[in-house]
């Protein structure tokens, strides 16, 4: 049968006149979907779809029949690509399980490359978790993945690209809290943050927020920087990665509660190089984020919202030990474009969650102070629209607007 398929292929490479460029582009294709239905697990022989002229044609010519359907075996190269299509569709409405309900785009999502949008800078804490997530997603399943970071609009850039995006599997958002505060702070937002996204996992929780700054500052404790900014009202500045970000709510929190006054300065992504350069003063982030400059020295935390201390950061107090309340959840998460068909929230989930499971990923998370949750699609919608009816009622006496 080997060499009547060697045959089936000089036949057709013969009446082939495309430039080997489309030829190329044609074979990868070609190999694609032939991959997919060897993947395919057996199924018997069942209201088979007619095939093509062609495809009959070359079927007769060497004496393939009808009820040949085993999928370990080379038929499928006798299949020209639409036939293809037909016939994985039908191998996956026979198997009866999540593959009866995917449709063949849901296919070829699992064959393609995956695409993380993050809405931050390249060198930002959640880029760098972004990558070696990505890492371990193809350590985990083979799958190539791209790490796109489109960084401003306090991450309103990225997240619209992805709510725009076909509903394909292949794009995915990867982000932080900042999405539920956004929801409730950002008046203008480009998108619904409920029904412009499809939550597809909650991937890790951090121990709330520290208050950090460059290695080099004046300021070695917690206890130093609130004299400051308490002598001097509105001397000293914190960066964010955005006017309603999370890094700017939790600064508002802190400056109110602390009785202090900052100067507020957002940046389009993240003032972390700002901080380091002395440019601002501080920053108040998750520390789970920026742990390889923390313990690099080129960053230092005076203090962390948590109600207990880090166990990574031993010696850094909490907020409450001086008396200051300014903490809100630390969390990351996937959502998808909107209208995702079951078949593939599933699926992408899958994906995702053998990724976080990777042990690559979970030693970078542990090291980092983070806990991988990997909380599925249900859950994870119910908390985002708790979160965002929470915001709606504590966030608008701190008088954060986004125009």
């Known amino acids: 049968m080997a060499q009547a398929f060697q045959r089936v292929d000089r036949d057709q490479s013969s009446q082939q006149s495309q430039h080997p460029s489309q ?27 007619a095939l093509c002229a062609g495809c009959r044609e070359r079927e007769a010519r060497y004496g393939f029949r009808d009820d040949e359907d085993d999928p370990t075996t080379e038929r499928p190269r006798t299949l020209c690509f639409s036939c293809f299509r037909v016939e994985l569709t039908r191998r996956q409405a026979v198997q009866g399980g999540l593959a009866a309900l995917a449709l063949p785009s849901a296919a070829v999502a699992q064959e393609g490359s995956l ?26 399943t083979g799958r190539t993945v791209i790490v796109d970071d489109k960084p401003g609009g306090g991450t309103t850039i990225g997240s619209l690209e992805v709510s725009r995006a076909k509903p394909d599997g292949t794009t995915v958002l990867f982000t932080t809290g900042g999405h539920t505060t956004n929801a409730v702070l950002n ?52 960066g964010s990665s955005g006017i309603g970000n999370t890094t700017h709510v939790v600064g508002e929190l802190f400056c109110r509660s602390a009785q202090v006054q900052l100067t ?13 350069t002395g440019t601002i003063d501080c920053f108040f982030v998750s520390p789970s984020l920026i742990m390889q400059y ?4 080129k960053l230092r935390a005076l203090g962390v919202s948590s109600a207990e201390r880090i166990a990574l950061l031993p010696d850094v107090p909490t907020f409450g030990e001086f008396g200051i309340e300014a903490d809100i959840p630390g969390w990351s998460g996937f959502w998808g474009p909107p209208k995702l068909p079951p078949a593939l929230v599933e699926s992408l989930f899958q994906t995702l969650s053998k990724g976080a499971r990777e042990k690559s990923f979970e030693t970078y998370a542990r090291d980092n102070g983070s806990e ?32």
């Open 187 to 238: 008046r203008k937002l480009p998108y619904d943050s409920i029904e412009g996204f499809t939550p597809l996992m909650l991937l890790t929780r951090s121990q709330g927020f520290g208050l950090i700054v460059g290695g080099g500052s004046r300021f070695k404790t917690l206890q130093e920087f609130l004299a400051a900014a308490r002598a001097e009202p509105g001397k000293l500045t914190y």
């Open 23 to 49: 030829q190329g582009q044609q074979l990868a294709l070609h190999n694609g979907w032939m991959a997919a239905l060897r993947r395919s697990t057996a199924a018997a022989p069942a209201s088979r779809p």
């Open 264 to 276: 507020h300065v957002p940046y389009k992504s993240t003032p972390i190089a700002d901080a380091m």
């Open 294 to 297: 923390l313990k690099a020295g």
């Open 115 to 140: 695409r993380i949008v993050v809405p931050f800078a390249a060198g930002s804490g959640t880029d760098n978790a972004a990558r070696v997530f990505g890492e371990a997603v193809r350590l985990a």
């Open 372 to 403: 991988v949750v990997c909380l599925p699609p249900p859950e994870f919608t119910a908390y985002v629209v708790s979160e965002i009816e929470r915001y709606r009622r504590v966030l608008p006496p701190l008088g954060i607007q986004v125009d």
